[in-house]
């Protein structure tokens, strides 16, 4: 197994100025005797979760490891955000006709929430306690057991 570590993104690269090459660069990838492609994180995540010096450079998170929507992939990685599970399939099932398996690094261990002062997006509002491991005595605390703010309760 040779495999090659990506973002999405990367093997997604588009050129207006050569459509016709535009796609996963399967060839690219062949010649170099890659058999499998993990991919960082593509779930849809927060890209302003970055250092505020990063920010004032017009930076923005490149890496995905801030989920915010399960199983939706990130918007930024397609052509067109609304179909992005159709072209996220098309996507895989293209590297799988190339003959290259696809691994995923999944974040399931916290969300882009954070913790006490992280931003509201869904699931603090929704059920804090049902969806975080929060502080018996106060539930407006986290447990922070991945140094990201929060824990996703899954017990």
Same mark, same amino acid.
């Given at each position: ?34 058999? @499998? ?6 779930? /849809?995540?927060?890209? !302003?979760?970055?250092? $505020?010096?990063?920010? &004032? %450079? ?15 992939? @990130? ?6 955000? /609304?179909?992005?599970? !159709?072209?996220?399939? $098309?996507?895989?099932? &293209? %590297? ?60």
């Amino acid at each position: 197994m040779t495999s090659a570590q990506a973002n999405a993104s990367l093997l997604r690269q588009r050129d207006s100025r050569h459509p016709d090459q535009n796609g996963v660069g399967d060839d690219k990838l062949k010649a170099l005797g890659v058999t @499998h492609v993990e991919l960082l994180p593509v779930m /849809a995540f927060d890209e !302003q979760d970055i250092p $505020a010096s990063a920010a &004032a %450079l017009g930076l923005r998170n490149y890496w995905g490891y801030s989920t915010h929507s399960f199983y939706s992939p @990130h918007p930024r990685y397609c052509v067109e955000p /609304a179909s992005a599970p !159709q072209e996220f399939r $098309a996507f895989v099932d &293209a %590297l799988h006709a190339a003959g290259i398996r696809v691994l995923l690094d999944v974040v399931f261990n916290h969300t882009s929430e954070a913790g006490t002062n992280g931003p509201v997006i869904h699931f603090k509002v929704m059920a804090n306690d049902v969806f975080y491991q929060v502080d018996r005595n106060d539930a407006r605390h986290y447990r922070d057991y991945t140094g990201c703010g929060n824990t996703i309760n899954c017990n």
